[in-house]
């Protein structure tokens, strides 16, 4: 069993920062990729930012520039920074992991609300 718990979410003025964490529990392989994906309303899940054990980055061209997606490999733990948000950076965020296996391993966090106020 895999748990992912997410944390850090709240309510901004637009131009202002938050950053989201998320800790991974259970049976985490060593190789993985850790990663947020948002939701607002109405649309449909879209990638935020992507991590993996490696090091290697995957950005939405939305956010690139305004978030840092980073990890402590230690603690199973990744953490979006996300500075300069907008209005449309509102959504619920949503913790993911990816395991390889066959087929892939997914997993998802509960969300955490982000507000940004204008």
């Known amino acids: 069993q895999v748990q992912l718990v997410e944390s850090g979410g709240g309510l901004v003025q637009a131009g202002g920062s938050l950053r989201l964490s998320c800790a991974a529990s259970?049976?985490?392989?060593?190789?993985?990729?850790l990663g947020w994906y948002r939701q607002a309303p109405g649309k449909p899940r879209e990638l935020v930012a992507t991590?993996?054990?490696?090091?290697?980055?995957n950005y939405s061209d939305s956010i690139k520039g305004r978030f840092t997606i980073s990890r402590d490999n230690t603690k199973n733990t990744v953490y979006l920074q996300m500075n300069s948000l907008k209005p449309e950076d509102t959504a619920v965020y949503y913790c993911?992991?990816?395991?390889?296996?066959?087929?892939?391993?997914?997993?998802w966090g509960q969300g955490t609300q982000v507000t940004v106020s204008s």
């Open positions: 993911n992991l990816k395991q390889p296996t066959w087929p892939t391993s997914d997993y």
């Open positions: 259970g049976n985490i392989f060593s190789i993985n990729t």
């Open positions: 991590r993996t054990s490696g090091g290697n980055t």
